[in-house]
């Protein structure tokens, strides 16, 4: 089993700023199939991002997705109202079992 | 549009049993592998299971396997989980989740999801 570690835990930051939100695995993640979710209170996950940079159908272009192998980034350009979530990285290329990381919060400061 | 509603959540005593089922509709269902995923409030999500188009693939989780059972009816656009002997730390709440794969095939990544359907297990 893939072990994914996401930090920082919490991000506090202001709207407009830029969000960078890490996602470490324990292996190498096979074919870079690693995928980033957000999550909002009472909602399920929205799949934001797949294949570690590709942008899910309707996401906006403020979101990216970085890195390859162990590490990867999820980027967030200026952050608008809605972007405060939780934020969850995936990886589906050594699966079944698939994992999840922990989450990263990304609060308003 | 793409709809996921979970149902046959409630509490339950350890040991006991509980059928989860998942109706959809807005896509065509036998296109599609589906999966069970649970999360505990405040922690990230575990995944469960996941069956592919025509239930020839199914994988489980190690935690659950033995006592959970996926399955499909492709002519009732729906999805269950049989969870049998239920134990405590099963309590989360299951979503049924779409599999962005191609074909039908199952390569776990999730791009629709449910709202959920909250089980409980304690005595």
């Known amino acids: 089993e893939i072990v994914l570690t996401q930090s920082p835990d919490t991000l506090s930051l202001s709207p407009g700023e830029r969000a960078t939100l890490s996602c470490r695995a324990r292996q190498t993640v096979t074919n870079n199939y690693l995928a980033w979710y957000q999550q909002k209170p009472g909602q399920a996950p929205r799949l934001l991002i797949y294949?570690?940079?590709t942008r899910a159908a309707g996401i906006p272009d403020r979101f990216s997705g970085s890195g390859s192998g162990t590490d990867f980034t999820l980027t967030i350009s200026s952050l608008e109202p809605e972007d405060f979530a939780v934020y969850f990285c995936?990886?589906?290329?050594?699966?079944?079992?698939?994992?999840f990381g922990g989450g990263t919060k990304v609060e308003i400061k | 549009e793409v709809q996921l509603v979970e149902s046959g959540g409630g509490l339950v005593q350890p040991g006991r049993s509980l059928r989860l089922s998942c109706a959809v509709s807005g896509f065509r269902f036998d296109d599609y592998a589906m999966h069970w995923v649970r999360q505990v409030p405040g922690k990230g999500p575990e995944w469960v299971s996941g069956?592919?188009?025509?239930?020839?693939?199914?994988v489980y989780a190690d935690s659950v396997k033995g006592r959970f059972t996926i399955s499909r009816d492709n002519a009732r656009n729906s999805l269950y989980l049989q969870m049998n002997s239920l134990k405590a730390e099963d309590t989360a709440l299951y979503y049924c989740?779409?599999?962005?794969?191609?074909?039908?095939?199952?390569?776990?990544?999730?791009?629709?999801w449910g709202q959920g359907t909250l089980v409980t297990v304690s005595s």
């Open positions: 069956i592919d188009w025509n239930s020839d693939t199914v």
């Open positions: 989740a779409r599999d962005k794969g191609i074909g039908g095939v199952v390569i776990a990544l999730f791009d629709s």
């Open positions: 294949g570690a940079y």
């Open positions: 995936q990886q589906y290329g050594s699966s079944p079992p698939l994992t």
